[in-house]
Nanobody, 122 residues
Framework: EVQLVESGGGLVQAGGSLRLSCAASGFTFDDYAIGWFRQAPGKEREGVSCISSSDGRSYYADSVKGRFTISSDNAKNTVYLQMNSLKPKETAVYYC???????????????WGQGTQVTVSS
């Protein structure tokens, strides 16, 4: 069965950096898109970034452009999200998810990891 496991979350000060990992099993990234979402307390789940392994296209929410970078290592079936210049408002549980195509709608994704907590202190 498809499994997604996030790691790399933690506590950082504002302006700090973290690199999140999404390790996938049960499929390859050749035919799937992997998206990163986050859900802050009391907020709806929002799309952060997505990479389409079939064509290599990457997408970013406007709020993270220039600070976050998504990348993939197909040999390891792993997608990374490098997060720089983190802001306290970006404190959230970060999830990776699988879909056939990148989408900003979390409802469209078929599989989800359990999430990793990112806390940005001020």
């Amino acid at each position: 069965e498809v499994q997604l496991v996030e790691s790399g979350g933690g506590l950082v000060q504002a302006g700090g950096s973290l690199r999140l990992s999404c390790a996938a099993s049960g499929f390859t990234f050749d035919d799937y898109a992997i998206g990163w979402f986050r859900q802050a307390p009391g907020k709806e789940r929002e799309g952060v970034s997505c990479i389409s392994s079939s064509d290599g296209r990457s997408y970013y929410a406007d709020s993270v452009k220039g600070r976050f970078t998504i990348s993939s290592d197909n040999a390891k079936n792993t997608v990374y999200l490098q997060m720089n210049s983190l802001k306290p408002k970006e404190t959230a549980v970060y999830y990776c998810a699988e879909d056939l195509l990148c989408s900003w709608s979390w409802i469209e994704y078929n599989y989800w990891g359990q999430g990793t907590q990112v806390t940005v202190s001020s």
